[in-house]
């Protein structure tokens, strides 16, 4: 079941309200944006199941702009309500954009949440950041069949990679040549669009003081590479799934 869910709606409409207080009733973490471009600029840089309520008093221009966000972040989107006045040109996009569209506010939750869950094809994007070409292709094969992998072998490449892509975690190696793990990390944590980035070291260092350097930097895991494959698998499995998004 879908543990977040985005909402964009008109919250003084007594038929948002309603649906808000059905998804409510599911234990399902709600967040909630108006239809404007003040907090549609607010949704946030990962992806997300964005679900939005409809009405003819939505600027199209919005529908437009969450489309843009859905392409850019991988946006699961599921759109509950109906448009009457629409140009030609307008009912044209809106029927091309991939998601799930359903005209009836009268909905079962659970059932819409499952079937939004089954819709979302996605993997989770993880960068893994190591010098030693034999682990970037074992990491490949650990972890490949469950989640989309980009392989980068420095910290430069990682930081240059992170500015043109959106990622959901970056698993990182302590000691590199000239830019080592902290150092990647630190300016992770600096840049402001990053800041929240997750990132997991996945090193062979386990020394105490390895680990009181980067703690400073607030990682958000330090897994041993001398695991077995099927535990740091579990590891980020467990993390997705106990993660806390922040917004």
Known sequence: ????????????????????????????????????????????????????????????????????????????????????????????FFKRIPSIKLESYTVNTNKLLELMEKNDNRKKHILVVDDEPIILRSIKVWLGDDFHLSLVSSGEMALEFLDMHPVDLVLLDYKMPTMDGPKVLEAIRNDERLSNLPVIFLTANNDRQSIINVMQFKPDGYILKTKAPDEIKQAIVDFFKNRVIKV
């Open 1 to 92: 079941m879908i543990d977040d869910l985005y909402i964009v709606g008109d919250q003084s409409r007594l038929v948002v309200k309603n649906i808000l207080n059905q998804f409510q009733e599911t234990g399902c973490n709600i967040k909630v944006f108006a239809p404007t471009d003040s907090d549609i600029d607010r949704l946030p840089n990962f992806s997300v199941h964005l679900l939005i309520l409809l009405s003819d008093d939505i600027d199209f221009n919005i529908i437009r702009k969450i489309v843009i966000y859905q392409r850019k972040y991988e946006y699961q989107l599921c759109f509950i309500g109906h448009l009457n006045k629409l140009s030609l040109e307008d009912d044209n």
